[in-house]
T-cell receptor, first 113, second 114 residues
Framework: KNQVEQSPQSLIILEGKNCTLQ??????????LRWYKQDTGRGPVSLTI?????NTKSNGRYTATLDADTKQSSLHITASQLSDSASYIC????????????FGSGTRLLVRP | ETGVTQTPRHLVMGMTNKKSLKCEQH?????MYWYKQSAKKPLELMFV???????ENNSVPSRFSPECPNSSHLFLHLHTLQPEDSALYLC?????????????FGDGTRLSIL
């Protein structure tokens, strides 16, 4: 069964610190993996997308990694800011059906001053 | 601003009411989606439209009825809903349904069923 598991479920860090969010998936055959950021009361916004051949991609202070062999991805946030407080959602698509995305439950991040 | 606008942002309705959710995009995208987001659960795909044709109906109860009159507009008609239908309803669009381009989401309609 195609699944996406994220950990931790929630995380609290102090402003300025780094953190890493994890995503494990069982989707096959794999097409691509996206990380979305969802602020409270808003829709998700795409941060990065990686295909099978890419193992790292950066977007400002956000760096995503992908290990297609172990089917794991991580999102690293550097020098966190209060505005990073949000839910981060890992989304995987399968080659079988590229319009059907498999969503993780998200990691809720709170950055405290 | 993602380019996808949803109205209303909040809706409270009784179980016997009929209401509609509206989604609009002017990004030139050909595919539009309805999702349901409940607390601590993954987004659930409800419907997919590609070039105004419904290509996916993910076992959604008939009390939810989508409509796509053109590629820029998507509606979700609601009638005789249940309390468990209370959730955030998100609309998204994408260049094409098979594209690797990201989906662009609206900010959702927060629906509460009394």
């Amino acid at each position: 069964k195609n699944q996406v598991e994220q950990s931790p479920q929630s995380l609290i860090i102090l402003e300025g610190k780094n953190c890493t969010l994890q995503c494990n998936y069982t989707v096959s055959p794999f097409s691509n993996l996206r990380w979305y950021k969802q602020d409270t009361g808003r829709g998700p916004v795409s941060l990065t997308i990686m295909t099978f051949s890419e193992n790292t991609k950066s977007n400002g202070r956000y760096t995503a990694t992908l290990d297609a062999d172990t089917k794991q991805s991580s999102l690293h946030i550097t020098a966190s800011q209060l505005s990073d407080s949000a839910s981060y959602i890992c989304v995987v698509s399968s080659m079988d059906s590229s319009y059907k995305l498999i969503f993780g439950s998200g990691t809720r991040l709170l950055v405290r001053p | 601003e993602t380019g996808v606008t949803q109205t209303p942002r909040h809706l409270v309705m009784g179980m016997t009411n009929k209401k509609s959710l509206k989604c609009e995009q002017h990004l030139g995208h050909n595919a539009m989606y309805w999702y349901k987001q409940s607390a601590k659960k993954p987004l659930e795909l409800m419907f997919v439209y590609s070039l105004e044709e419904r290509v996916e109906n993910n076992s959604v109860p008939s009390r939810f009825s989508p409509e796509c009159p053109n590629s820029s507009h998507l509606f979700l008609h609601l009638h005789t809903l249940q309390p468990e239908d209370s959730a955030l309803y998100l609309c998204a669009s994408r260049l094409d349904r098979g594209s690797n381009q990201p989906q662009h989401f609206g900010d959702g309609t927060r629906l509460s069923i009394l």
